[in-house]
């Protein structure tokens, strides 16, 4: 196994696993502070549009298509044709940027009706709900320019990771959710709508996370001053690769902005309700399979870049194994603890005990997606290292039309829950193409051995999950306990479950020389 790969990988998942306990932390203020009811809502309505452009213009398509460009000028030309490239992308991106962001806050009122049509029905025939479209309309003019900003640390966070300098953009978002929780506490009990504050704190996160970058940058010699560069030769090749991308590698995020427009008709807390359990499903998905994808797509770069097709495959193996070996347990955990999880975290001010319930019902729906969360992350970047962006760009599409069938067919009969189950449905649809696809094209293949590994896998996460589920009690006689016991308990449960789980492993044979047998070697 690579010693390089997997040290990276480690730093960039303990500097993930700070950011997700702040983030854990900002979402116990939240609910605390508005809990799951319509200030809520339109919160997470008003976050998840800029953070939906985001995925997009930033960490989505334009990494997945800039990251192998760059990497390709570096191998080749060397840090003075990466300032070059840097320069003019950063300007002609910067530009495009810029108008998006100021045609949103603009036209704000058009976007929540867009996307929040429920609300904006409500308003047109003065009902009960007819404040939620306007309060959406003014939240959004706050919180929109944080795409302007988040798109240029994405930016420069992709430059570092080429520089395999992954600990400074792994850390970055730890601001945004200090910021948002300092508005939550200091700023929220002074204003009329507390909601407010928090769209502040997404603005003012947005800076600090730019202001934090830029200097690492500088002492990398990395920090240049923006050019106009449409017509450019490497940006033109970005720009081929980035926009078919824009439905491919966010079709996740397309299902959830679905997801929240179809909600905005259901009763009232339902899109909190989502926001919660896609929050919780944020976290192992963040620490494992985000962690390995960013950490694997600059060395696929450069192993497609200099042809050694065995590296890319072993890379590719390596990184499934690793995000099974966590995903599958941490997907059958949610499953049994998403009771005592939501009630630790989120049960109190103004989140209730039926908050609780309805959130778990969302949460082990997501759950059932995990693992093909994860596998999206790793296998996507398979196809965008070798700058095939149109497979995954089909797949992707298909994926997403899959998923509004299956919003059609379970909303009606499970309302929100069926919105989770859709999006966990077509993220496993997604997850098999794109295997499928790179196992058609020759370049990646599961082993006998894998396949087995996986088994194993599978088996001792399910006596786990056995094991959990009789020792965990019920919701009723959960919330009898104080949170000093209930954290207790939780610590206690999960620590039983790790052991557990480990313990199986080895009973079925599974050892640490065979994990790293068939991964990757040394990479240079």
């Known amino acids: 196994m690579s010693a390089k790969l997997l040290k990276s990988g480690l730093i960039v998942s303990f500097m993930t696993l700070i950011s997700r306990v702040l983030g854990l932390v900002r979402d116990v203020v939240v609910a605390n502070f508005i809990g799951a009811g319509a200030a809520a809502d339109v919160f997470f309505f008003a976050n998840r549009i800029p953070n939906f452009l985001r995925r997009l213009f930033a960490e989505g398509a334009f990494s997945q298509a800039f990251v192998p460009v760059l990497a390709e000028v570096k191998a080749k030309h060397g840090d003075d044709a990466v300032r070059l490239l ?244 941490a997907m059958a955990g949610l499953m049994v603890l998403s009771q005592p999880i939501i009630a630790l975290l989120f049960m109190r001010g103004e989140f209730s005990q039926n908050d609780v319930l309805m959130v778990s019902y969302s949460l082990i729906a997501y759950s059932t997606g995990l693992l093909s969360y994860m596998l999206i992350k790793v296998l996507a970047p398979g196809f965008y290292a070798r700058q095939d962006i149109k497979t995954p760009v089909r797949i992707g599409i298909i994926a997403m039309v899959a998923n509004m069938v299956f919003n059609l067919m379970l909303a009606p009969f499970l309302s929100y829950v069926g919105l989770a189950l859709a999006t966990a449905m077509s993220a496993s649809l997604n997850a098999f193409l794109l ?68 313990l199986l492993l080895w009973l079925l044979g599974v050892r640490l020389r065979h994990f790293k047998a068939n991964s990757v070697a040394e990479s240079k």
């Open 86 to 329: 840097l320069a003019r992308v950063t300007g002609s991106l910067g530009m495009v940027v810029t108008i998006v962001t100021l045609l949103g806050v603009i036209a704000s009122p058009l976007v929540a009706m867009l996307f929040g049509m429920g609300w904006f029905v409500e308003w047109l025939n003065d009902g009960p709900d007819a404040h939620k479209f306007e309060l959406a309309s003014t939240m959004l003019k706050i919180t929109f320019p944080y795409l302007w900003f988040i798109s240029l640390v994405a930016l420069s966070g992709a430059v570092l990771n080429t520089y395999n300098r992954f600990a400074v953009a792994a850390f970055t978002p730890v601001f945004l959710n200090i910021a948002i929780i300092a508005c939550a506490v200091y700023m929220a009990p002074t204003l009329d709508e507390p909601a407010m504050a928090l769209a502040w704190g997404v603005f003012i996160g947005g800076i600090v996370q730019l202001l934090f970058q830029l200097p690492f940058l500088a002492k990398a010699g990395l920090l240049v001053r923006p050019r106009w560069g449409w017509r450019d030769e490497n940006v033109v090749k970005i720009r081929k690769l980035m926009l078919p991308a824009l439905f491919g590698v966010s079709v996740s995020q397309i299902n959830l902005l679905l997801d929240t427009v179809i909600a905005s008709f259901l009763l009232t807390g339902a899109v909190s309700w989502l926001y919660y359990s896609d929050r919780l499903i944020e976290f192992p998905l963040g620490l494992f399979g985000i962690a390995i994808a960013t950490v694997i797509l600059p060395n696929l770069s450069r192993h497609h870049a200099s042809a050694n097709t065995e590296r890319f495959s072993q890379t590719l193996d390596w990184s499934l194994r690793f995000v099974a070996l966590f995903g599958i347990p």
């Open 435 to 502: 295997y499928r696809g790179l196992k058609l094209a020759g370049v990646y293949q599961l082993s006998k051995t894998s396949i087995i590994f996986l088994l194993k896998l599978v088996i001792a996460s399910s006596l786990m999950a056995a094991l959990l589920y009789w020792q965990t009690p019920t919701l009723a006689q959960w919330v009898q306990l104080s949170f000093t016991v209930q954290l207790w308990r939780l610590i206690t449960l999960c620590g039983l479950a790790i052991a557990g789980y480990f």
